[in-house]
């Protein structure tokens, strides 16, 4: 019986089950360590992200015509 | 649906183009981005952000979905295939991500430009915003590059199975 869970990067002759590469798994990692960072790193902002953010007289706009 | 050698060689030529162009479209942002975010002058902050819209709209996301087109072309028409080796995954995906974000984005960088096409002063109206998107764009995209050239070896179980038919690539130009 073989032992698909072996770390034997070479597996039997026409196997068509071969482990995942050791770059994918730690690029994978990786990348789920920087998405819970940025998740983490909007929710410390309190979620404020978007364009919603960037209205207009947020930063010295000029007033809009015919307003006081 | 394999392409013929000509039509390989001018679709990876055209993707290699919008790849690289879009890179380098996005280290040219990061400088405005750097620029709008670090000026006192109202005039170049208005200016880089302005610009920013018009040229994300004119350059980047056209350059992002001839990338991505291309791309999947190159896997359908070629021994490579869009799911058959891990690094070809890993360059759609970055692909759809970077895509997708940067569309997203653009609703923001119009917001920026258009605080800045009103505003009175610069005091406040730099963001750091662009700064961190772009330069996420570089390194995603960097990634991508370094994906293209290295080709790290790994079949996903789709790969296999056309491995299996003999099916699967490399493919020389």
Redesign the interface.
């Known amino acids: 019986m073989p032992n698909h869970t072996s770390s034997t990067p070479s597996p039997e002759p026409g196997s068509t089950e071969q482990p995942m590469p050791r770059w994918v798994k730690r690029s994978i990692i990786a990348v789920v360590v920087v998405v819970l960072l940025i998740v983490a790193a909007l929710l410390i902002m309190g979620g404020d992200h978007g364009p919603g953010r960037h209205g207009p007289g947020n930063h010295g706009a000029a007033p809009a015509a015919g307003s006081s | 649906m394999a392409l013929s050698l000509g039509a390989r060689k001018l679709t990876l030529t055209a993707h290699v183009v919008a790849s690289v162009g879009w890179l380098g479209a996005v280290a040219t942002f990061t400088a405005l981005s750097v620029i709008a975010l670090v000026s006192d002058d109202l005039a170049t902050v208005r200016g880089a952000y302005l610009v920013m819209e018009a040229a994300g709209w004119a350059v980047l996301v056209p350059l992002s979905l001839a990338s991505l087109a291309t791309g999947v072309i190159q896997g359908l028409g070629t021994k490579w295939g869009v799911l058959r080796h ?1 690094w070809v995954v ?1 360059k759609l995906v970055i692909n759809v991500v970077a895509s997708v974000v940067l569309i997203l984005y653009m ?2 960088l ?3 430009a ?3 096409a ?4 610069a ?3 730099g ?1 750091p915003s662009p700064v961190v998107h772009a330069a996420g764009a570089i390194v995603l995209l960097l990634v991508a590059t370094g994906l293209s050239v290295y080709k ?4 996903t ?1 789709r790969g ?2 056309a ?2 038919t003999g099916s699967v690539g490399p493919v020389s130009l």
């Open positions: 891990y890993f609703q923001t119009s917001a920026l258009d605080d800045a009103v505003a009175t002063e005091d406040g109206l963001s790290p070896k790994g079949l179980a296999r199975r491995q299996s």
